[in-house]
């Protein structure tokens, strides 16, 4: 028993970094999607796929239902709304009018976020050092953003920041958010039913969302462009949902499980890694030197954040455990 516990924790770490892997791989299909369809519609059918991949899930556990306080359907139904619809819909519009590498960059500074909001929240503890690899986190997530920093004085359009990087921070925002949110549904509600009864709550706000904009029709749910092109459309929106979607999901809790938080948030960066491989890689999407420099300190500073704040972490799935993300993200 003791061997097989130490090999579980041996691979655990490994299940994370591969399952936040496979969320950086997001950016594959989105991209090319944005050409095809409007964000908001894209966003609606990658929560229609994955519901149904998650569907199985949801009815298994619907006995729990009668269990679950006000409070953490409350948790739930923001974190759905923030997180699972609104905050992806803000990514997927960075990645269609900002750099994306820059975008999945930026998006790193989401721990920063939670972590201020769990102290507001919760009342969790704050290190000492926080704020000062916060600082150092934020200081150089404005420098990825600027391509060009000397011609700031200038004009913002000609120092290179756009509406692209301003979607990013707001998506950061929702999805940050969403993680402290999430936290509240995890201490009430089992992972299979928050995961799938999320994707529910995310696809109603989506509904919602497309009604009002009056989208929930034929033409714009599935536009010309879309017919032009309609086995490209589908596969992109299955690999986007499965591959960059559920499958990651279940991988990464399944190692979360295995896995000390502290731990695990340090194989979350292979979602950066994997991110930046894609859209620097594939799309061209490629960095200055000094934004370049920026992101390795932006990466490391929120690197340290995990690393001072594990010794004050009130609840160790906390800090592992990401709603941005499709329970998450994301």
């Not at 990825?144 to 756009?162: C, D």
Request: contains cysteine; hydrophobic residues 55%; charged residues 10%.
């Amino acid at each position: 028993m003791h061997n097989r516990t130490t090999r579980s924790t041996s691979y655990g770490p490994w299940l994370v970094g591969l399952g936040a892997a496979l969320w950086g791989t997001e950016s594959a299909w989105r991209i090319p999607l944005n050409a095809l369809f409007d964000a908001k519609v894209i966003v609606f059918w990658e929560h229609v796929f994955i519901l149904i991949m998650f569907l199985p899930i949801l009815v298994s556990h619907l006995y729990e239902i009668p269990k679950i306080h006000t409070r953490t359907w409350g948790f739930l139904l923001f974190s759905g709304f923030a997180g699972s619809a609104v905050g992806t819909i803000f990514f997927t519009l960075a990645l269609k009018y900002g750099n994306p590498t820059v975008v999945n960059v930026i998006l790193n500074i989401q721990p920063v976020i939670s972590t201020i909001g769990a102290f507001l929240l919760f009342g969790d503890r704050l290190s000492r050092q926080f704020f000062f690899y916060a600082g150092i986190a934020i200081i150089a997530g404005m420098f990825v953003s600027v391509a060009h920093p000397t011609m700031i004085a200038v004009s913002f359009e000609q120092a290179g920041l756009n509406v692209g990087t301003g979607y990013a921070l707001i998506c950061a925002l929702f999805w940050g958010l969403s993680t402290v949110a999430g936290r509240g549904v995890m201490v009430g509600m089992s992972l299979r039913l928050a995961s799938s009864t999320r994707i529910v709550v995310g696809l109603t706000c989506m509904t919602l969302i497309l009604f009002a904009y009056g989208k929930l029709n034929g033409v714009a749910l599935w536009p010309s462009a879309a017919q032009a092109h309609p086995t490209k459309a589908i596969v992109w929106l299955i690999l986007l949902a499965s591959v960059s979607g559920g499958i990651p999901l279940l991988i990464y809790f399944q190692g979360l499980h295995l896995t000390r938080a502290s731990t695990a948030g340090y194989f979350e960066m292979m979602q950066t890694i994997a991110a930046v491989c894609i859209t620097w890689g594939f799309f061209q999407a490629s960095l200055h030197l000094h934004q370049v420099i920026a992101a390795i300190a932006l990466i490391g500073a929120v690197t340290m954040v995990h690393h001072v704040q594990r010794n004050v972490e009130q609840h160790p799935l906390a800090s592992g455990y990401d709603a941005s993300k499709g329970i998450t993200e994301g």
